[in-house]
């Protein structure tokens, strides 16, 4: 592992990054946490979520953009494990300024595994080392919204300001690239198109095409022509 300087404790102690973590954040880190892990480590320059005897733990509820610099740094030469949730059921709670609940009710939202690719773009070519693990949390969680005035106009002023763990649901651990092959189903042809994936998989086109990206980035499939403005891929 990286070298973890010897003022581990102030920054356990005095909790750097903890005042403006999110509840969601916070509460996955917890759900984590074993005997012997410590908190926001500074390893090297960064500052690390949970430091484990033999890996680093880092919970990223969205934007891999904000931390794929981080993390090409970290897999270097310390065993990495990110953390991201996926909200397969969420429960849409409002209130007012007063935290007073106005109501709650479910949301038809329901997220599904694949919606990991919609982050996964961002940092594709770490599933290639060895040192890098992804583990995708499928929770059921409720988002915070305040009666502010200061929300987007599409939720007529109310303000998204929390989202919290409710349970968690399933764990699903990516180690390599045959872990992926679950999104290449048996049907799929030797040679396809992003139409054909979104038709298998029932997801929507741009969707197949952050997974095609993905994979062509892990070598997992590779383009091998076009049909009219289809890309044409095969499996490798």
């Not at 904000?66 to 409002?94: C, G, S, W």
């Not at 996964?120 to 693990?133: A, E, K, V, Y």
Request: proline share 3%.
């Amino acid at each position: 592992m990286g070298q973890v300087e010897d003022t581990v404790l102030i920054y356990e102690q005095n909790g750097i990054n903890i005042k403006n973590e999110k509840s969601l954040h916070s509460s996955i880190k917890q759900w984590y946490v074993t005997p012997g892990d410590r908190f926001e480590v500074k390893v090297d320059k960064y500052v690390i979520d949970l430091v484990r005897e033999d890996s680093l733990i880092e919970i990223q509820t969205k934007n891999f953009s904000a931390i794929r610099n981080k993390l090409r740094e970290l897999v270097k030469y310390n065993k990495v494990m990110l953390v991201h949730p996926i909200a397969a059921e969420k429960y849409i709670v409002t209130t007012e300024k007063t935290d007073i609940v106005i109501s709650r009710r479910k949301s038809p939202k329901k997220g599904k595994l694949v919606d990991l690719f919609d982050e996964l773009i961002r940092i594709p070519d770490l599933m290639g080392s060895d040192n890098f693990i992804l583990e995708i949390l499928m929770i059921k969680e409720e988002e915070i919204r305040c009666k502010d005035g200061k929300g987007s106009w599409r939720r007529k002023g109310i303000s998204i300001v929390d989202h919290k763990l409710l349970e968690v649901i399933e764990k699903i651990t990516f180690k390599e690239d045959k872990d992926f092959l679950i999104f290449l189903p048996h049907e799929l042809p030797g040679n396809f198109t992003n139409k054909n994936l979104a038709k298998i998989l029932k997801i929507p086109e741009n969707k197949a095409r952050k997974i095609t990206y993905c994979f062509r980035k892990m070598k997992i499939i590779k383009e091998i022509g076009k049909l009219k403005n289809e890309l044409i891929f095969e499996k490798l």
